[in-house]
């Protein structure tokens, strides 16, 4: 019998456990210094939640079966449609602009790889209730915020951004029906991953002329002035050019400007975004994207609840593991004890039973030897357990109630009352 972890399942030990805690430590912090507060929502949903609101791609991955009281239903794959249905059911009575943040951990039938596991945490963070720029600017700043929380600067990562109703005006000024939106996003969402021939190809097939679909993709490689300048007739393309302007230049206002590109090519795979768009990638190319986002303004109306507009990204643990690993900004483990009391003799148990629970009374995380090992073996444990006092407590202790206190990095030693160590 194989009892092993599925494929793309991860064991947390105690050292990848470490990292998932820091992970989601600056997450919250960075989070909560923008004004974001913290929920959660059901790991598993009905079906229908997904099939009708997040597209081909994410329903192929689902893992989705019947429960026993005959429903369809599947593990969570994203945040958003949960997200859009608990904020839509309360929106009336909350004061806008909402701002909540999230760490679900989210389950997709992937091929597993580089970057792309069956599960991971993935940080959301949206705003519900502005449709004004400020609110664009204020997302793509946390998701930037957020990685340099981790110690990453603009020569690591690039935040590509662009804007849907952009690129839906390019597209729809060269032939692509309405219904073929959608597929064409999702083909040029793959531009870099597929040939160009396949892009083209998908292209037509959603209603561009051959000629139309390259120079569609020629206007993927324009900054976003010239951009304007071959394609600002289309009054969709000048209205949506003229904002993301706008949330550029919020960008650089907030100093931020180094870590923007203009990317016409990005459009994501979701099926429900409809304005700005971005994703954050490393510099070298290395990874997969660490994060992506942007407005989905018709989303909560289409979940049964208000007409409001929404806007946010997500940032999964994996890739941005392995981005910290490779760069050398993993943190050093925690030690997980300040103090380890060492026993002398059994006679003392008692004594060194009072000094561990009312030291972990006050706050100190405090262990000691279970199994009255010699006092040098008891030494050496508190200095594996990194603590940063060892506390030892034999006869003469006992009588005059001072315990000698080594402070372990520097070897120093001192004597303190026991009543004053469990006062202070
Ligand atoms: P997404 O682009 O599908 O967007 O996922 C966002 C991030 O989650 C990715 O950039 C990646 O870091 C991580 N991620 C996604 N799938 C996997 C996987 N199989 N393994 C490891 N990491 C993964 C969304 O999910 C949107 N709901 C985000 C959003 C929130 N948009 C607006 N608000």
């Known amino acids: 019998m194989d009892l092993s972890s599925l494929p793309g399942f991860r064991d947390f030990y105690p050292e990848q456990m470490a990292l998932r805690k820091h992970i989601v430590a600056v997450w919250r912090s960075v989070a909560e210094r923008y004004g974001f507060v913290e929920y959660d929502g059901p790991p598993l949903e009905p079906l229908d939640l997904y099939v009708r609101k997040s597209g081909e791609e994410i329903v192929g991955q689902l893992y989705r079966f019947t429960d026993q009281g005959g429903r369809e239903v599947a593990l969570r794959p994203e945040m958003t449609p949960s997200f859009a249905r608990m904020v839509g059911a309360r929106a009336g009575g909350l004061p806008k602009p909402i701002r909540w943040y ?88 793959k531009l870099d991953r597929e040939s160009e021939d396949w892009v083209l190809e998908r292209l037509q097939a959603a209603g561009a002329s051959e000629e139309g679909a390259r120079r569609l993709l020629h206007l993927a490689e324009l900054e976003l002035d010239e951009l304007v300048a071959v394609a600002g007739d289309v009054p969709l393309v000048r209205e949506a050019a003229a904002r993301l302007g706008r949330v550029i230049q919020n960008l650089e206002s907030f100093g931020l400007g180094a870590y923007v590109q203009f990317d016409p ?72 004890i300040d103090d380890y009391i060492i026993c002398v003799e059994p006679e003392q148990r008692a004594l060194v039973l009072r000094l561990t629970h009312g030291l972990r009374d006050r706050g100190r995380r405090v262990a000691y030897d279970f199994a009255s090992r010699s006092v040098g073996r008891q030494f050496k444990a508190a200095n594996q357990a990194g603590a940063e006092r060892a506390i030892v407590v034999g006869p003469d202790e006992a009588a005059t109630g001072v315990a000698l206190v080594r402070t372990m990095a520097s070897g120093e030693e001192a004597r303190l009352s026991i009543e004053k160590l469990l006062e202070a």
């Open 102 to 189: 999230s760490v679900p951990q989210l389950f997709r039938y992937e091929r597993p790889q580089k970057g792309r596991l069956r599960e991971h945490f993935q940080l959301n963070l949206d705003i519900v209730g502005e449709s004004g720029d400020l609110a664009d600017s204020e997302i793509v700043a946390a998701a930037i915020d957020m990685l340099r929380g981790f110690g990453l600067a603009s020569e690591d990562f690039v935040a590509r951004i662009s804007d849907r109703g952009l690129v839906g005006g390019l597209l729809t000024a060269h032939g692509v029906s309405e219904a073929g939106l959608g597929p064409a996003f999702a083909a040029l969402d």
């Open 265 to 336: 090519s990005l459009v994501r795979g979701l099926a429900y975004y409809t304005g700005t768009v971005f994703e954050l990638w490393d510099r070298r190319g290395e990874f997969r994207a660490i994060c992506g986002g942007g407005r989905y303004d018709q989303l909560l109306a289409a979940v049964g609840g208000p007409d409001l507009p929404a806007l946010g990204f997500g940032m999964g643990d994996v890739v941005l593991g392995e981005l910290l690993r490779a760069r050398g900004l993993v943190p050093p483990e925690p030690s997980a």
